[in-house]
Antibody
Framework: QVQLVQSGADVKKPGASVKVSCKAS????????IHWVRQAPGQSLEWMGW????????KFSQRFQGRVTITSDASAGTAYMELSSLRSEDTAVYYC?????????????WGQGTLVTVSS | DIVVTQSPDSLAVSLGERATINCKSS????????????LAWYQQKPGQPPKLLIY???TRGSGVPDRFSGSGSGTDFTLTINSLQAEDVAVYYC?????????FGQGTKLEIK
């Protein structure tokens, strides 16, 4: 059973960038599709994008187009999500999750989440 | 984008009773080529990530107890929890996985009466 372990909480100033990592257990990392989903305090869930860890293909929500970058490092078994031009509304818990595919995907399992706080 | 709306926003049910949560999508999520509904359900407890319960509207995820069941087709779906246990207190979300961006409902908070 794959497990996803994320990097720790981070505090950033408005206008800065944040990079969150997601390390997968097991030996099949290049067969994974890793999605990123965020949850603002007290709010629902919002899908951000995915990466195919095998070929590097990515797809993003239009809401984050131009601000989000998702990459992966097969040798480290790790996916990364970088969000730039941060504003206070980006304060949220950011989750990585595996999907059976890119589009048409449910999410299972999830990482433990990374709280990103944007504050001056 | 497909809008997903849950009802009610919250409900309280007695231990051992049945809880029912509804989910409505603004567009059908039934994929005609395989006759599958692309709708998932998650359970989220405080301080934890969501946990997959159901996908394809009615297929239980790995290790999910059979007191959790999903039903519905097209635009209207239901999550049913039979014989409510104390550990079922959580927020439940539905998610359409029919089209990008995948979108979630606003959540339903389930408490014990």
């Amino acid at each position: 059973q794959v497990q996803l372990v994320q990097s720790g909480a981070d505090v950033k100033k408005p206008g800065a960038s944040v990079k969150v990592s997601c390390k997968a257990s097991g030996n099949s990392f290049t067969s994974y599709i890793i999605h990123w989903v965020r949850q603002a305090p007290g709010q629902s869930l919002e899908w951000m994008g995915w990466i195919n860890a095998g070929n590097g293909d990515t797809k993003f929500s239009q809401r984050f187009q131009g601000r989000v970058t998702i990459t992966s490092d097969a040798s480290a078994g790790t996916a990364y999500m970088e969000l730039s031009s941060l504003r206070s509304e980006d304060t949220a818990v950011y989750y990585c999750a595996r999907g059976p595919n890119g589009d048409y995907s449910w999410f299972d399992p999830w990482g433990q989440g990374t709280l990103v706080t944007v504050s001056s | 984008d497909i809008v997903v709306t849950q009802s009610p926003d919250s409900l309280a049910v007695s231990l051992g009773e049945r809880a029912t949560i509804n989910c409505k999508s603004s567009h059908s999520v039934l994929y005609s080529s395989n006759n599958k509904n692309y709708l998932a359900w998650y359970q989220q407890k405080p301080g934890q990530p969501p946990k997959l319960l159901i996908y394809w509207a009615s297929t239980r995820g790995s290790g999910v107890p059979d007191r959790f069941s999903g039903s519905g087709s097209g635009t209207d779906f239901t999550l049913t929890i039979n014989s409510l246990q104390a550990e079922d207190v959580a927020v439940y979300y539905c998610q359409q996985h029919y089209s990008t961006p995948q979108t979630f409902g606003q959540g339903t908070k389930l408490e014990i009466k």
